[in-house]
T-cell receptor, first 111, second 116 residues
Framework: GENVEQHPSTLSVQEGDSAVIKCTYS??????FPWYKQELGKRPQLIID?????GEKKDQRIAVTLNKTAKHFSLHITETQPEDSAVYFC??????????FGKGTRLSVIA | GAVVSQHPSRVICKSGTSVKIECRSL??????MFWYRQFPKQSLMLMAT?????????EQGVEKDKFLINHASLTLSTLTVTSAHPEDSSFYIC????????????FGPGTRLTVL
């Protein structure tokens, strides 16, 4: 089955700097790669996703890139703000198989 | 996206009792639902896949006799934690598979279970 690795596990950046979180996956059949932001005690919130027919997708300060050949995808957050501090999870799936999550990255944005 | 609710949002119970968690798809007919468990400071781990009208498929290491799943309708799946113990204390989150063109999963708000 699918296995998703995520790095780093913790990340601290100064406000205004960029943050990059990287994930790799093992199942070449996976074609859907969402990123979630989770605040303490709450459900994961989808912040951006990408499908395998696209190499990059951007939504304001957030972007995701996908390299299907290397089986890795990354989340980029620019101009970070304190409210970006949270735990971020990458995930992968294909068809009606369940999402498999990475272990998460705790992002701290220091004002 | 689909609206998914869970009930209760929090539950505290004594060791040895059973707890039922409901997951409802409020505006979408869900053939497939997934149940995840999240321990503190850890990721979401899939427990089981629930298909309407058939038996659930459990992940390795998840006891099907302890975590009973019933998906009797297209809008409701239930997870019953039987004879709960303190190590079952966790955040339980259900997820609805959308199928079709959207081909994604929508998450419920989660249920915080604390077993004393």
């Amino acid at each position: 089955g699918e296995n998703v690795e995520q790095h780093p596990s913790t990340l601290s950046v100064q406000e205004g700097d960029s943050a990059v979180i990287k994930c790799t996956y093992s199942d070449s059949a996976s074609n859907y790669f969402p990123w979630y932001k989770q605040e303490l005690g709450k459900r994961p919130q989808l912040i951006i996703d990408i499908r395998s027919n696209v190499g990059e997708k951007k939504d304001q300060r957030i972007a995701v890139t996908l390299n299907k050949t290397a089986k890795h995808f990354s989340l980029h957050i620019t101009e970070t703000q304190p409210e970006d501090s949270a735990v971020y999870f990458c995930a992968a799936k294909h068809g009606n198989t369940p999402l498999v999550f990475g272990k998460g990255t705790r992002l701290s944005v220091i004002a | 996206g689909a609206v998914v609710s869970q009930h209760p949002s929090r539950v505290i119970c004594k060791s040895g009792t059973s707890v039922k968690i409901e997951c409802r798809s409020l505006d979408f007919q869900a053939t497939t639902m997934f149940w995840y468990r999240q321990f503190p400071k850890q990721s979401l781990m899939l427990m089981a896949t629930s298909n309407e009208g058939s038996k659930a498929t459990y992940e390795q290491g998840v006891e099907k006799d302890k975590f009973l799943i019933n998906h009797a309708s297209l809008t409701l799946s239930t997870l019953t934690v039987t004879s709960a113990h303190p190590e079952d204390s966790s955040f339980y989150i259900c997820s609805v598979y959308s199928g079709g063109a959207t081909d994604t999963q929508y998450f419920g708000p989660g249920t915080r279970l604390t077993v004393l």
